[in-house]
């Protein structure tokens, strides 16, 4: 069961825990369910949309589904359980080019409303984005300390850098 919500009057604790601890972006395309722990990426409004900001770098297995999907579910913890934290460390530090994420977690999957990727249950609060628009961050434009910081090897690899994918929220719940 889900429970509608406006997305925005959950933007505070959506933010708390993409700082702390991560939230999942979860991405499907054909039969393949793709979660990926996430700590970049912002709630807000483009052009007058209602939107979620995901930054996917691009070396990652996530950003080709998503670049043929061109949707995904952001899926935010409720608490801080074990369980949950061993979910996001897995799916943080495991690819989906060697092994099925959902399968290795007995995570369970609920369908989406809007799109076709689906909401995870053990994450219940759930937005649904369609992609509206995306952009592949430009490295000379970056502050040079978040270069040094968070892209020391992009002068050997200009591949080491994000995509911002915007998605317009169509659907926001709690799965109950």
């Not at 069961?1 to 959506?14: C, E, L, R, T, V």
């Not at 979620?52 to 770098?57: D, E, S, T, V």
């Not at 043929?68 to 608490?79: G, L, Q, R, S, W």
């Amino acid at each position: 069961m889900k429970k509608a919500i406006n997305a925005f009057d959950y933007s505070g604790p959506i933010l708390d825990k993409l700082c702390h601890g991560g939230i999942l972006v979860t991405v499907k395309d054909g039969e393949k369910v793709n979660p990926m722990t996430i700590g970049w990426g912002t709630i807000g409004a483009d052009w007058s949309k209602p939107v979620f900001q995901a930054y996917i770098r691009e070396s990652r297995f996530t950003k080709g589904m998503l670049d043929k999907a061109m949707a995904f579910t952001v899926n935010v913890p409720v608490e801080n359980s074990q369980r949950v934290k061993e979910i996001l460390a897995f799916c943080g530090t495991k690819s989906g080019r060697d092994l099925d994420k959902v399968k290795e977690l007995g995570l369970h999957l609920e369908p989406g409303e809007k799109i076709d990727a689906p909401a995870i249950r053990e994450l219940p609060l759930t937005l649904e984005c369609r992609v509206i628009y995306k952009v592949r961050q430009d490295g000379s434009a970056i502050p040079k300390d978040a270069m040094e910081r968070y892209y020391p090897n992009y002068e050997e690899n200009k591949e080491d850098i994000h995509t911002v994918y915007y998605g317009e929220i169509l659907a926001a719940y709690l799965v109950e």
